[in-house]
């Protein structure tokens, strides 16, 4: 009896079940199977392994489906071309989408490939939802792969056409992540590796119960001294400013090295980070710790002025902030050693971050493209750096995306990197004093160099205060020792001695 063979719209389905049973196979490796032979024999296991097992389980069982499938009476030779086309059809519209992204995984417009491969839901909803930023290239490997066997057990060569555009089409792939920021900023880390996952920055020479001596001392007793914690009012502050308030509590603060460092020592809970970030000296960066001053977590912050969006943050709260000076910081700008510019107008600044001027050779330097660095959102530095462009708007950061293992991924804005034209800000002291960006020169500003000099008699143009910023209304006993200390000799000497400009 002769069997009619399947019809276009029949072959599709079939096709189409096939990439669905091999998504189904693969959703039960990666939860069942793996597991299970992993809690009978020990097997290598980690992100990538486990990818690589769900890729190989997929594009077998995709290739047994169609051998299987290719088999039957009623099997239609048409399957075959269905699968070529289908597998270059996903293969080069994402290469388009992610050519135009610009080897973005986020844009909207990767909707498009995505719908592609549903038949593979399954495999990619499991996939997206474990957060790995190699999803895609797994589904696409895996379809890849299992034709490309096909094609060579078939011995249908004409066939092998769609896997000769898939490899193109991959290696156009390639050539944009190589040239994109993902791939040039890759080793940013923003989840941070210090202090529990709070800093960018080794803090821990500066740390109070360190034996490093980093922290300046006094050389007779000061005239405020606190004896009992429960006196001591909370510190939290930026990272350049973690110096400054570790070293005033060291000095004030009666055996407050033994205290913080039981309490590094213990497995007391703690709200946020880890035990390293203090129980009195904490230290949670300008973010986190501005929330706990208004949350009342903290009585003093050291930093510089909030970001709007942290100001409305007290206004939702209703949170009144008080502003205490204790000493003067230079904002700085800095470029390569061998950049041949050594000063720029403030100006002309603002005409680089706002995108009018893109090229050194317009400020007498080398014919090479101006990279302008910016930093995150929330820190104190941008916040700086938006006060100081006033009404001229900032143009957009350059960010890459990168994988984070909490959140998928997630798009940073990239910060400073020492290549050619590159121009980033800091705070002085984040420069000098903490020595976080090397084989950089600092900027003057209108001819004006940020020396202590120039911070101090207010000749270099760009200066802020550094704060101590408190709550009004606040009624810890000691708050207000503790500013007149920051505000006295003794203080200010200490100040001045980690590496910031005095008051006076």
């Not at 957060?131 to 890849?144: D, P």
């Not at 000769?164 to 590796?193: E, M, W």
């Not at 509590?249 to 590094?264: H, M, P, S, V």
């Not at 009144?320 to 470029?335: D, H, Q, R």
């Amino acid at each position: 009896m002769e069997h009619k063979q399947y019809g276009i719209a029949s072959t599709c389905f079939f096709m189409f079940l096939g990439y669905f049973l091999a998504g189904l196979v693969s959703l039960a490796m990666m939860l069942f199977i793996l597991p299970m032979i992993d809690s009978v024999i020990s097997i290598p296991y980690n992100m990538t392994l486990s990818l690589i097992y769900f890729g190989v389980s997929g594009a077998l069982a995709d290739l047994v489906y169609s051998v299987w499938f290719s088999k039957r009476k009623r099997f239609n030779p048409i399957y075959n071309k269905l699968k070529a086309g289908y597998l270059a059809l996903v293969f080069i519209l994402f290469s388009i989408v992610f050519f135009v992204e610009k080897a973005s995984l986020l844009g909207s417009t990767l909707i498009l490939p995505i719908v592609l491969i549903f038949p593979l839901f399954p495999l990619l909803v499991f996939l997206l939802l474990y957060g790995s930023y190699y999803a895609i290239i797994v589904i696409g490997s895996m379809l890849f792969c299992s034709f490309t066997l096909y094609i060579l057990i078939k011995k249908e060569w004409i066939l092998s056409l769609s896997s000769f555009v898939c490899l193109g089409c991959a290696g156009i792939c390639l050539l944009t992540y190589f040239n994109s920021p993902n791939y040039k900023y890759r080793d940013q880390n923003h989840d941070f590796s210090y202090m529990g996952g709070f800093s960018s920055t080794d803090l821990s020479d500066y740390t109070v119960y360190s034996d490093s001596n980093k922290l300046v001392m006094l050389d007779h007793e000061p005239s405020l001294i606190i004896d009992n914690p429960k006196d001591m009012p909370i510190l939290d502050g930026a990272e350049a400013c973690y110096p400054v308030y570790a070293a005033v509590a060291k000095n004030i603060y009666r055996n407050i090295d033994q205290i913080e460092l039981k309490f590094k020592n213990t497995s007391e809970d703690i709200k946020y980070g880890t035990n390293e970030n203090g129980t009195i000296v904490t230290f949670y960066n300008t973010a986190v710790g501005f929330e706990r001053l208004v949350n009342g977590d903290v009585d003093m912050f050291f930093g510089a002025k909030p970001s709007a969006s942290q100001l409305e943050y007290a206004k939702e709260h209703n949170v009144e902030l008080v502003y205490t000076p204790i000493g003067k910081e230079a904002f700085v700008f800095f470029v390569e050693e061998d950049n041949p510019v050594d000063s720029l107008t403030e100006n002309q600044i603002r005409s680089i971050y706002h995108g009018s001027i893109t090229n050194w050779k317009e400020l007498g330097g080398k014919n090479e493209k101006i990279v302008a660095f910016q930093r995150p959102e929330r820190s104190g530095s941008q916040s700086m750096m938006v006060h100081f462009m006033g009404d001229i708007s900032l143009k957009e950061p350059m960010t890459f995306e990168m994988e984070s293992a909490m959140m998928g991924i997630i798009t940073k804005v990239a910060e400073y990197e020492n290549e050619a034209g590159a121009i980033g800000y800091s705070f002085r002291y984040f420069l000098e004093g903490l020595n976080e960006v090397d084989n950089v020169k600092m900027l003057k500003i209108n001819d004006v160099y940020p020396s202590n000099q120039s911070i101090q008699n207010g000749t270099y143009p760009i200066t802020t205060s550094l704060y101590c910023i408190t709550v009004k209304g606040n009624d810890h006993p000691n708050v207000q020792n503790v500013l007149d200390f920051l505000l006295s000799e003794d203080g200010q000497y200490i100040i001045e001695q980690t590496g910031y400009s005095p008051l006076n």
